[in-house]
């Protein structure tokens, strides 16, 4: 019988078909594709990559909360809505245009974002025009009121050559400092101008105020030997409404503070010195013994605060015995020591 080797064959490889999406992506999870072999069991599985989140156009909502204004940015996933991207930005001011007693000003508000995906956001608000606006005018006289007179005028009516003709102001008090202060309100528009009226004379503008936290007044301070005018932050008066002294206590020195009148500023000067401690008389809390100390304490009889020392041990008090022979019926006993105060 005639034999031959048998001739091996090639594997034939796996033929896969086309790839299946078992498990759709989305915005945040991969999603799964698989193709099978048509010969064997053989399957191929690969991750989808996630989509990512496809942002519409933002929106952009101003709104305003006592005086303050904020924008709200927000964009919608157009693969899934209840994926929503949301930021808010407190708008910044900038006075484009100011408001005058002719027309109102414009403010240029702005709000710029953290997330990259909203852009810059303006809105222009309009500031009111100034009309009729009721302005306190305050002087500050260094000199102490020594031949003071104060006027507003309005210029270019001639009024300081026809013999102050303008409207004068009233004394409302005296500063912490102990120099007297004057007020005045006017209407802007009628007004215009200071005179101050004493060794010599002074003037200055009545640079009014008015922008959107509605200031609306204006302070001078009349320097000593009458050499100058000053615009001051504030007048501290010297009165129970704005005065507050805060007593010295045993350990703390006392100080006065004068609130500002028309600003929230404040001024604080150092008051009276601390008064020390008023120590009673010492007392035993502890009594020492023979062998170990004792304590005393006093008491503060203004704030209470105690003070402890220390008693040293007394020692013991021995008292001597002397020794005694024995005799034929009663024992005896050698010298011996005895504390009278312990065992």
Known sequence: ????????????????GEWTQTAAPSCTAAGEKTRSCSRCDYTETEAIAALGHDWGTPGCVWTEAVGVWSCTATAVCSRDASHVLTETAVGSYGVETPATHQQAGVCVLTSSFNDQHFTTQTKNVEIPQLIAVWVDVYVIDDNNGENMNCYVWKDGTGAEAAGWPGEAM???????????YYKITVNADAYDRLIVNGGSQ???????????????????????????????????PDDDQHKTVTAPDCTHDGSVTWAGLLTNASVTTPGASALGHDWGDWAVTTAATCTAKGVETRECGRCHETETRELAALGHDLVHHDAKAPTCTESGWSAYETCSRCD
């Open 202 to 236: 002074q003037t200055a503008d009545l640079n009014y105020v008015s922008d959107l936290n509605g200031r609306t007044y204006v302070i001078y301070r009349m320097l000593t030997n009458w050499s100058n005018i000053e615009l001051p932050e504030d007048i501290f």
């Open 170 to 180: 009233t004394r409302q008090g005296v500063d912490k400092d102990g120099h007297p």
């Open 1 to 16: 019988m005639l034999c031959r080797e048998a001739e091996p064959a090639a594997a034939l490889g796996h033929d896969l």
